[in-house]
């Protein structure tokens, strides 16, 4: 059965990728702002989100988007059989996140990450981009390396085209 991650820094459309894929697998699909994040972006209490994420990559097949708690991350690769790392640039982040914003604001979003109604702030969206870079996105990189040494199918996307290129082959 499939269990495909897809993971990478805020705005770079993991989501929207995540959703054409579980359609068109016929995959159930659990984003992980919904489990991480309540209303007003407070943060899920830590047994709250563990046994939510447990739940989520305990079955047989799913697609699986976001990032959650570091901490959570290997448990999830470990029950993957395919990864999707959306790599960009920062700089190409930052650019999606201020169009999503400009979405939000105008009331043109169609998906909100969590399913959250309130906008977050756009410079609190810069910074957790340039913190995931900075603190988050190495030990991803390092997840992913490992997963293809054990064999495990790694799709990695690097700019903007890439992505519409792989959700164009889905």
Partial sequence: MARIVIIGNAG????????????????????IDRLYWKPGWAMAPDDEYETAHAQAIGGEAWVIDGLGRLESLAQRFARATGIVLVDMPLWVHFWLIAER??????GTLAYPPGGITEMPSTEAMFSAAWETERDWMPAIRALCDAAEREGKPVER??????????????
């Fill in 12 to 31: 770079g459309g993991k989501s929207t990728l995540a959703r054409k894929l579980a359609e068109r697998r016929g995959l159930p699909l659990t984003e």
């Fill in 101 to 106: 914003q400009i979405a939000w604001a105008t």
């Fill in 157 to 170: 996307i690097g700019d903007v085209t890439a992505l519409n290129d792989y959700a164009a082959r889905l």
